[in-house]
């Protein structure tokens, strides 16, 4: 499993972990952050990633520190964390980022966004 699924997973059973804590069912949650309780679910199972602003949200709202969520995730191996690219590479990322966020058309942006992973997908 990848690194960053491996994460989201973590960060979901912590959730999971702290409502049930505090004896919060999913739809008791839901309504303190304003989301359906389907998305609770897929916040706590990990199949949608949580924004840095709903992490923070959602620490507020179970009464803890976003650290809680990372909590004994275990990432002291090196081998879980691949190194930080620099130099060209990563401001030919920014410069990329930024360029692909000044496409208006969704469309267009799904298109390029499939053509880069299909690519990627094809070097593996």
């Known amino acids: 499993m990848g690194g960053t699924r491996r994460i989201d997973q973590h960060v979901g059973e912590r959730i999971r972990a702290r409502r049930a804590e505090l004896g919060l069912t999913q739809e008791q949650l839901a309504q303190a952050l304003q989301v359906s309780y389907q998305q609770v679910q897929k916040y706590e199972t990990g199949a949608n990633r949580i924004s840095a602003g709903r992490i923070f949200e959602i620490a507020r709202k ?63």
């Open 62 to 124: 179970l009464g803890v520190d976003v650290s809680y969520f990372f909590e004994d995730l275990g990432l002291d191996d090196p081998g879980e964390q691949p190194p930080l690219e620099h130099g060209g590479r990563q401001r030919s990322a920014i410069e990329l980022v930024r360029k692909f966020a000044q496409i208006d058309d969704p469309h267009v942006r799904s298109a390029i966004a499939g053509l880069v992973k299909a690519i990627v997908d094809r070097q593996v």
